[in-house]
């Protein structure tokens, strides 16, 4: 414990006042964040916490919402269906890109760029605008903790920002890719970017991943442990944007970040590594936040590739 303890704060005193990058400027609310912020945690699977810095401060979740999403399609339609309908490969491009769209027929390849979350999105199963909203809303929920709750000030930001998803749920639309409505799809991916969550939260739902399934925080078994590879390789593959094969050579983890600022990395059968620092690098990943993971996952000897 107290070598794991020895590890974060090095990492977080290292870099916690690196330079370099900008916040999100594209989107007001995000813009406006602090810059200095900065926080660093670890959930593991038998439930034992670990965070520094400003652990308490609660910012968007943006596109790591994504993976809850495609935790929730997983569980009403198998990961058959999921590969089959949105698709399992990196695009190569930028995570709004149209055209990677228009490169293969409209089908979105992932779903954790943003055509293939609003695929993701649109695949569930729900009576309603507000029931698919509120059934991610409670994955969230369940991976991380009943805390996380919609920003309606972020909300209003995002939407007010967010035409280029609109004109790729219509391209998806008329390609057959996308299965609802092309505006409540887009609506409801939006709310879903629009929450509010702290780094220890952030932690515990990569370690409900990291223990197949299970929240090792409440203990409740929210997804099939069968799928929880599905998920991962999905991250590795695609979750930092266009690092993402950069990331796994060098730190070896599948991990997923946000424009909100927000990264986690995930050990699987050990624990999940969260930090949040809103400054980005031109991928859209959190500066400090990769710096500070990678030297916690390396002192660990945390590369899932290595013997």
Known sequence: MDHLQNILENAFEQFHGAQGGHNADYIPFLNNIPSELCALAVVDVKGNT???GDDEYRFAIESISKVCTLALAMAQ??????????????T??????????????????????????????????AADRDARWQAILTMQQKMGSHQIALSDELNTSEQSTNAHNKGI??????????YSDPMEACDVYTRQCSTLLNVVELATMGATLANGGQNPITGEQVLNPEHTPYILAEMMMEGMYDSSGEWAYSVGLPSKSGVGGGIVSVVPGVMAIAAFSPQLDEMGNSVRGQKMIAQVANALNFNLFKA
């Open 77 to 90: 339609k198998g990961p058959e269906v999921v590969k089959d309908k949105i698709g399992a490969s990196p």
């Open 169 to 178: 749920a219509w391209l998806l639309y008329s390609a057959g890719y996308l």
């Open 92 to 125: 190569g491009m930028p995570f709004n890109s149209v055209l990677a769209l228009e490169l293969h027929g409209g089908k979105p390849l992932s779903p954790l760029v943003n055509a293939g979350a609003m695929s993701t999105v649109s695949l569930l199963t």
């Open 50 to 52: 670990w965070q520094l």
